[in-house]
């Protein structure tokens, strides 16, 4: 089925019921946006064969992708960012301006800086490079839907190595830092090394959901929304260390 501008439906699956953009019962909806064909019935085909996932729609222009958000209202919106009549930069800031807002995550060829702080500054929760498998690409759908914010490998080491290097003019190490109990530290700490959820309880010594508890005071002490702006934060002001 085809829907007004040009994006392909998947209607032959039921789609759940949703509270809050999220599928409340059933596979969690993607909307995938890619114009290289191929590519995109590759990812198509990953998203398809994973019996926990819906594929909403699938587009390959910024007009269709604009279209599919209003009709399809997708749980998570998974679009590259050079598309041919304009930026999957404008796609994912058209996303967060609805409400309920789709999670939304890049999969593109580009791992520059410039790209990456582009994505996450417009609202992009997770960052994907075209070269990981099919079943990484639907492992980091389900850790997007379940509260993480999946990263490439190479991009995530790029921004640690970034963060290494204070910016010019920038803060020194805890200036302007909010106080964090020792706990919360430690938390931030192993989140920032990439730990799990489940890896931190067992490294701490407590349950799963003490950390989410640790982890969501840590967010509003922070002002981010994502594990990626948290260690941009954390790095940033100087709350951890990479060698600590």
Same mark, same amino acid.
């Given at each position: 089925?085809?829907?007004?501008?040009?994006?392909?439906? $998947?209607?032959?699956?039921?789609? &759940?019921?949703?509270?809050?953009?999220?599928?409340? $019962?059933?596979?969690?909806?993607?909307?995938?946006?890619?114009?290289?064909?191929?590519?995109? @019935?590759?990812?198509?085909? /990953?998203? @398809?064969?994973?019996?926990?996932? =819906?594929?909403?729609?699938?587009?390959?222009?910024?007009?269709?992708? *604009? &279209?599919? %958000?209003?009709?399809? =209202?997708?749980?998570?919106?998974?679009?590259?960012?050079?598309?041919?009549?304009?930026?999957? +930069?404008? *796609?994912?800031?058209?996303?967060?301006?609805? #409400?309920? &807002?789709? %999670?939304?995550?890049?999969?593109?060829?580009?791992?520059?800086?410039?790209?990456?702080?582009? &994505?996450?500054? !417009?609202? !992009?929760?997770?960052?994907?490079?075209?070269?990981?498998?099919?079943?990484?690409? /639907?492992?980091?759908?389900?850790?997007?839907?379940?509260?993480?914010?999946? +990263?490439?490998?190479?991009?995530?080491?790029?921004? $640690?190595?970034?963060? @290494?290097?204070?910016? =010019?003019?920038?803060?020194?190490?805890?200036?302007?830092?909010?106080?964090?109990?020792?706990?919360? =530290? #430690?938390? %931030?700490?192993?989140?920032?090394?990439?730990?799990?959820?489940? #890896? +931190?309880?067992?490294?701490?010594?407590?349950?799963?959901?003490?950390?989410?508890?640790?982890?969501?005071?840590?967010?509003?002490?922070?002002?981010?929304?994502?594990?990626?702006? /948290?260690?941009?934060?954390?790095? @940033?002001?100087?709350?951890?260390?990479?060698?600590?």
């Amino acid at each position: 089925m085809t829907i007004p501008g040009g994006c392909r439906s $998947m209607a032959e699956r039921p789609r &759940a019921a949703a509270i809050g953009g999220h599928a409340a $019962m059933g596979e969690p909806s993607v909307l995938l946006v890619e114009d290289d064909a191929p590519t995109r @019935q590759r990812i198509a085909k /990953a998203i @398809q064969s994973d019996p926990t996932l =819906r594929l909403a729609g699938q587009c390959g222009t910024l007009a269709e992708g *604009l &279209a599919a %958000l209003e009709s399809l =209202r997708p749980a998570v919106l998974l679009t590259d960012l050079d598309l041919p009549d304009g930026s999957g +930069i404008d *796609l994912i800031r058209a996303a967060r301006a609805h #409400e309920p &807002a789709p %999670l939304c995550m890049v999969i593109t060829v580009f791992g520059d800086e410039k790209h990456v702080l582009a &994505a996450i500054e !417009a609202g !992009a929760l997770g960052y994907l490079l075209k070269d990981g498998t099919s079943e990484y690409v /639907a492992a980091s759908l389900h850790e997007l839907f379940e509260g993480g914010s999946p +990263i490439s490998p190479p991009i995530a080491r790029h921004l $640690m190595l970034r963060m @290494q290097t204070p910016a =010019r003019g920038g803060p020194e190490a805890g200036e302007g830092a909010p106080h964090l109990s020792e706990r919360e =530290r #430690e938390v %931030l700490s192993a989140i920032v090394k990439g730990f799990s959820y489940a #890896e +931190i309880a067992s490294l701490l010594g407590v349950s799963t959901h003490t950390v989410a508890t640790h982890v969501r005071r840590l967010y509003h002490k922070l002002a981010v929304h994502s594990r990626s702006e /948290a260690v941009y934060e954390a790095l @940033q002001l100087g709350i951890v260390k990479l060698d600590d």
